[in-house]
Every structure is written in C-alpha cells, then in structure tokens.
C-alpha cells in the first residue's frame, strides 16, 4: 500500500504469491538501463540507486561491455583470448527478466517519460537480443507505460500529476471497500499468512529503493485483495497500483527513505490489528493508508 499510491493468484493459497512472485522481493539487485548524470536531469537530482547502473535513455555506448539483466551472470565463451563476455541464463523466461527490470527502470526514473527507446539498443545493454525486449516493451504498452513509435521504438508515456490523482482516487474506491469486508470475514490465521509479505516491504521500505519497494507493496497489495477470492478484482487493482507507479513527466515522484518506512509499517499494524481481532483498528488503518499525504 502506499498513501500518496506510487508504490496473487498462485498456488493453492490465494493469499502467497507463487515462487515467481516471491522471488523478485525485495529486487535490490535489478538491472539499470540508464544513470541520471547522462539522462538530463535538470536539477541534478539522481534516480534511486536500486543496482548497477548502465547507459542513460536509448543511446548506445560504444566502448562499454553490455549489462546482464537480472538473474543473469556473466561468463567467458571458449572462443580464444578475445572471446566476448556473454550472460548465462538462469531463469527461463528472458522476457520475463527483461520485463522486470524494464518496471523498475521505469518506477526508478530511468527511462524518462517521453524519450523514445530502442529495443536492439535496450537488448544490448541487457546482453540479450532485441525479441525479448520488444516482447517486454509490448507488454507495457498494453499496461499504458509506452506507446509504439514506428520504425523507432517505445516512447515512455507523458503523465501529469492529475492522472496519478485520479488512479489514486480509484485505487481506493476500489481496495478500501474490499478491505474492510475482509477484515471482518477473513480468519486470524489467514491473515497471520501474509506476515512475510509485510516483512518483505519493511525490508525493501529500510533499503531506500522506491522501485523495490514499489514492487514489495504490489505483491502484499495483490496477496490481500486476493484473499477474496475474485481474480477479475485482484487483476484490475493491480493494473491500476502499475499505472500509479509509473513516472510523471516531471520526473519520478520523489519518496524518500522515512517516507517508505513508515508506509511499510502500516503494513505490519493492519496485520496486527487484524491477527488480533481489532476491525476497528484495521479499518482506521486502511482509510488512513489510502488518504493522500499533505503537499
């Protein structure tokens, strides 16, 4: 949850997402597409230093040896003295991988809304080839992160403060009311479940990094509304807690460290009060937790 809304269905339990889903929280160690000193920060101020951080916007950099995505590592090819260093795959879906850390650039600011990307430049610099880029990218336009520009690429969707007003507004119309039935229908023992879920997000709030915790609030987000048991409603929130999270056309909504801490700890008070039998104090909780913070 997050107040100002910046920041599954898996298994037999709705409520824990699956092994996938797991995995990618807290994601400290995502791959960065781009480095605020050469992506045309104004005010010289720095995206979130989440990883690694590799060329800025869609232009190559020549002389540089290509990042690895996540969940990749770098190996020598046998091929003779000179042989390139290549990534080893270490996950299945690549276009999974790449879509990832194509999200966390994306919350983290370093792909700036309006620059256009190239998906063979991008794939370069994640040591993949431009299909399982493009197939990512795809996948945000279908989300409202990008739109298609042809024969060029991706351009990265200008949105104003407004927009990120009214995903706000509906997020909680939605969520809000979903909570408060489940808070007083769901059993202690359910909710005592998604304790890890809410200690990921305390640990992903204490790391400073506003896209791993972005993604950490996503999961206990999905992994409460799912406890209703009504995947068309877990899916359709999620969507809308993806599109408030992408960034504004003046630039990443700036959270600092105490800012998501204490939203983090609100996680871990909502359990509490629901574990023990306080709907009371759960519904004061999840009001609060959906009410914009002043300024």
């Known amino acids: 949850m997050e107040r100002s809304a910046q920041g599954s269905t898996g298994t037999g339990n709705p409520a824990v997402p699956d092994a996938d ?6 994601a400290q160690s995502r791959a960065s597409v781009g480095s ?6 104004a005010d010289g101020a720095e995206p979130d230093r989440c990883g690694p951080t590799g ?4 232009e190559h950099t020549h002389g540089e040896t290509p990042s690895p995505a996540p969940g990749f590592t770098r190996t020598a090819v046998p091929a003779g003295p000179a042989a390139p260093v290549r990534p080893v795959v270490q996950r299945a879906s690549v276009r999974g991988q790449i879509l990832d850390a194509l999200r966390t650039a994306l919350v983290g600011g370093e792909l700036l809304p309006g620059e256009v990307y190239s998906a063979p430049v991008l794939g370069e610099r994640f040591g993949v080839s431009a299909t399982p880029v493009r197939e990512a990218m795809q996948q945000l336009a279908l989300e409202g992160a990008v739109e298609v520009v042809p024969n060029r690429g991706f351009r990265v969707i200008v949105r104003g403060t407004r927009e990120l007003a009214e995903l706000a ?4 119309l939605i969520e809000v009311p979903v909570m408060l039935r489940l808070a ?4 202690a023992e359910r909710w005592a479940e ?3 879920l809410a200690e990921a997000s305390v640990r992903a709030a204490a790391s400073g ?5 972005a993604e950490a609030d996503r999961v206990f987000h999905r992994a409460v509304l799912a406890l209703s048991g009504n995947e068309q409603l877990v899916g359709f929130a999620e969507d809308l807690h993806r599109r408030s999270q992408w960034p504004l056309a003046a630039g990443p909504v700036r959270r600092g460290r105490a800012d998501l801490v204490a939203d983090a700890a609100e996680h871990m008070a909502l359990l509490e009060a629901l574990t023990s039998g306080e709907p009371d104090a759960a519904q004061s909780l999840v009001r609060r937790h959906f009410t914009p913070a002043p300024g």
Request: aromatic share 6%.
């Open 21 to 26: 889903e797991r995995s990618r929280v807290p």
């Open 36 to 41: 605020a000193a050469s992506a045309g920060y």
């Open 55 to 58: 060329a800025a916007r869609g």
């Open 169 to 172: 507004e509906v997020r909680a």
């Open 184 to 187: 007083r229908t769901v059993p």
């Open 194 to 196: 998604l304790r890890p």
């Open 209 to 213: 990094c506003s896209a791993s915790y």
